[in-house]
């Protein structure tokens, strides 16, 4: 393979590299959360026209989504842990501060070093 080119070739490489088609997208493979995240908008309609989770659960099965009412309930409600996380830390940084003492919010620091004084170096 040459190490260097001409321009004549780059430009017939250019034209090669704008001539190619577009290349179709492969599909998206989801796993079951995702999939039953995905289906959110639909499965919460057929919940306020009167199914229950268990009536969506079994038609997911009859369409080859094997969950059960629990996962299915899981995969619907549960929060991203991202969100979760920083809404605990707020609530316990928020509850810490209305429990805890007005003497304890600031609480005095005690020396708690044990630095020994060393001899100068003509006493050794």
């Known amino acids: 393979m040459p190490k260097t080119f001409?321009?004549?070739?780059?430009?017939?490489?250019k034209t090669a590299l704008s001539a190619l088609p577009e290349r179709p997208q492969k599909p998206k493979a989801l796993n079951l959360?995702?999939?039953?995240?995905?289906?959110?908008?639909?499965?919460?309609?057929a919940l306020k026209r009167g199914y229950t989770l268990?009536?969506?659960?079994?038609?997911?099965?009859?369409?080859q989504f094997d969950v059960g009412v629990p996962t299915l309930r899981a995969y619907l409600y549960r929060k991203t842990r991202a969100a979760t996380t920083t809404v605990n830390k707020r609530?316990?940084?928020?509850?810490?501060a209305a429990h805890?003492?007005?003497?304890?919010a600031?609480?005095?620091?005690?020396?708690?070093?044990?630095?020994?004084a060393?001899?100068?170096?003509?006493d050794l």
Request: proline fraction near 5%; charge should be neutral; aromatic fraction near 0%.
């Open 100 to 104: 805890a003492p007005e003497s304890a």
């Open 6 to 13: 001409t321009l004549e070739h780059m430009g017939a490489v």
């Open 106 to 116: 600031t609480p005095e620091r005690k020396a708690t070093s044990t630095a020994v």
């Open 118 to 122: 060393m001899p100068a170096a003509e």
């Open 33 to 45: 959360a995702q999939s039953i995240r995905e289906m959110k908008t639909e499965i919460q309609a």
């Open 91 to 96: 609530t316990r940084r928020k509850r810490a």
């Open 54 to 63: 268990e009536d969506i659960a079994q038609s997911l099965k009859d369409n």
